[in-house]
């Protein structure tokens, strides 16, 4: 067996990164491609690589050096033409070395999983193409296989259709082939194909025709969850630098991307926080009937929308501001407090004592190791504190607590006697038990209350956090006109603001969704509990803090997860206000099937 390494390219989508070295050369983690790839093959029994190089081609070759003689035999094929050519003439280049053993083909641009040469090795089949189940995030050739795995299309880009994506497999771009299949299949076709159509042209093109004859013997095997990326541009660099991090760094690299998991291979992202049965799916068909216009035309401006939002949501249109997501109103409304003192409770959602002053921050701490609190305690604690703001989320992030609704506005009149504006974020009360009658949304409880603000991001509760959407209500109009000025007059896109005029049709299924939340709330935190090291607190959110019993640590548990089970969790420890000698995690409640890979990982985990 050898291998074939294509490394000839340009690279130009890397920018500045292949200036001066082809792609190949680029690190990822301090680790170049091509180190990975050839210490990868030096654990094969091979007898000789071949690396098809090109531009910077001499740089390549002197980096390599004789670094590797004492584990492989490598050799070089050039091709001059590199930037008129595409790498199907660079393999044509390779050809009499193609055929002359069984062969590894590989792109010099990939990093993955020390498990994929095993995994192509050992199966049994001659002719193989490692694949992987098409996600939105894949470009580049796709195949389709039957069900006795054969490849029986692959399908090139001018031929993606996307209403066939559910049977596309993306190829991972490493090949096994035989010496005779080589030989009297693809080097003839390869021949002809080059003669016929050119040189600028891909080599899987050559495959495509082969599998459009009867018996290629070309099969597929699907990689499953194993990790490996594909490096075009600079995103596919940061992508790839995250997914190949050490234990040390991955969870900074995860973290710190704040969403964007869906561009992830098959991740499960158990840290941002959304309704998993909303929106419906005739909710999304209308929304998706819509997306040509909603592309191509500009969105209505404050005033339109402010009109949509009343009337979604049941609030006058004075009393209510939308929002590009919670997050934008979140900031103009902090900027917007007096500089006085302003009562916090910790552990909280950060974004709002990081948006203020912290020399002008009261903090309230629950003294208890289930972190609950009551209105009560906070009328006791704030009694004597002076403060002008007091900051309530509820249910509160991360640990679920919830005062009934019936506290909160006996909260509210107390402030309302002390000239205390309370702030009421409510994006997670649409998950509580009582979900229906729980919201401080109403024209009658805002001017009962004209102090209080009531924030709602309407990503958690409703499912669209694509969509940037959340609105704050209060019946102090000059508050509201206030935040009005200060934000983009097209502050909404046109999704946001079709998601807004279409709800109130769907609103049934919403209640419908809410229920079928709460029951599987119930159902997954059972199962939590029979995690050993998880000591599971109550909530009335999507979520649930856990306590992480020793001698186990989060950081441990979740890099676990995410190595394993591809499951991103949220390690809380160190958060402000959590008990700094404990160790803890925030589940997020997701679908049934979600919930039930979850803990069977976590249970795994246990009986190592």
């Not at 029994?45 to 004789?66: F, M």
């Not at 584990?71 to 930037?83: A, C, G, W």
Request: overall charge negative.
């Amino acid at each position: 067996m050898q291998a074939i390494i294509l490394a000839a390219g340009m690279g130009r989508r890397l920018g500045e990164y292949t200036k001066d070295n082809t792609k190949c050369m680029v690190p990822v983690n301090g680790v170049r491609l091509i180190d990975r790839l050839l210490h990868q093959l030096s654990n094969l029994e091979l007898s000789r690589v071949v690396i098809v190089v090109g531009y910077q081609a001499e740089n390549l070759k002197s980096y390599i050096g004789t670094r590797y003689a004492d584990q492989l035999t490598i050799e070089y094929v050039e091709n001059p033409v590199y930037d008129k050519t595409n790498n199907i003439y660079s393999l044509w280049l390779a050809k009499e070395r193609l055929q002359e053993d069984d062969t590894l083909l590989i792109e010099s641009d990939l990093i993955f999983s020390d498990r994929l040469f095993p995994m192509i090795m050992e199966n049994p089949y001659p002719n193989l193409a490692l694949v992987a189940k098409y996600e939105s995030w894949m470009d580049g050739t796709m195949v389709r296989i039957d069900t006795d795995n054969n490849i029986v299309n692959f399908i090139p880009k001018q031929a993606f259709d996307y209403n066939h994506v559910d049977s596309y497999y993306k190829t991972v771009n490493i090949y096994k082939f035989s010496k005779d299949f080589l030989r009297n299949s693809y080097v003839p076709f390869l021949d002809a194909y080059t003669k016929a159509v050119g040189d600028n042209e891909y080599y899987e093109n050559v495959l495509r025709i082969i599998t459009l004859l009867d018996n290629s013997n070309l099969k597929a095997l699907d990689i499953g969850r194993e990790r490996w990326y594909e490096i075009d541009d600079k995103q596919d660099l940061d992508i790839a630098e995250a997914l190949f991090a050490d234990d040390q760094d991955v969870l900074r690299k995860y973290y710190g991307r704040f969403g964007g998991f869906w561009r992830f291979p098959q991740m499960l992202d158990y840290c941002y926080l959304v309704n998993p049965y909303f929106p419906s799916k005739r909710l999304k068909d209308e929304l998706r009937s819509n997306f040509d216009t909603l592309l191509t035309e500009y969105p209505s401006g404050m005033k339109v929308n402010t009109l949509i939002a009343s009337k979604s949501f049941g609030v006058s249109e004075p009393y209510i501001v939308p929002g590009n997501g919670a997050a934008e109103l979140i900031k103009v409304l902090m900027e917007t407090l007096p500089g006085a003192r302003t009562g916090f409770i910790r552990p909280t959602f950060e974004e709002y004592p990081n948006r203020y002053n912290k020399d002008h921050q009261v903090t309230f701490f629950p003294q208890n190791e289930d972190y609950r609190y009551t209105a009560d305690d906070l009328m006791t604690f704030f009694a004597d504190k002076d403060i002008q703001t007091l900051m309530l989320i509820n249910p509160d992030n991360p640990t679920g607590n919830f005062i009934p609704k019936k506290d909160v506005l006996r909260l509210a009149a107390w402030c309302e006697e002390r000239n205390i504006r309370l702030v009421v974020d409510e994006s997670f009360v649409d998950f509580s038990k009582d979900y229906a009658t729980n919201s401080l949304l109403s024209d009658a409880i805002l001017e009962t209350y004209p102090h209080m603000a009531v924030m709602k991001s309407i990503s958690k509760s409703y499912g669209v956090p694509g969509l940037r959407l959340g609105i704050l209500a209060s019946a102090d109009k000059e508050l509201i006109a206030h935040i009005k000025k200060e934000v983009s007059i097209w502050n909404l896109n046109s999704f946001a603001e079709f998601f807004m005029q279409i709800y109130n049709k769907h609103e049934k299924d919403y209640l419908k969704a809410c229920e079928k939340f709460v029951a599987e709330r119930d159902e997954f935190e059972r199962r939590l509990r029979t995690v050993p090291f998880f000591r599971v607190m109550p909530s009335q959110a999507n979520y649930f803090l856990c306590e992480i019993l020793p001698p186990f640590t989060a950081k441990e548990i979740v890099i676990y997860m995410l190595r394993q089970h591809n499951i991103l969790t949220r390690d809380c420890s160190g958060k402000p206000g959590l008990d700094p000698k404990k160790q803890y995690m925030r589940i997020a409640v997701r679908n049934h099937e979600d919930n039930t890979r979850l803990v069977d990982a976590l249970l795994q985990f246990s009986s190592r």
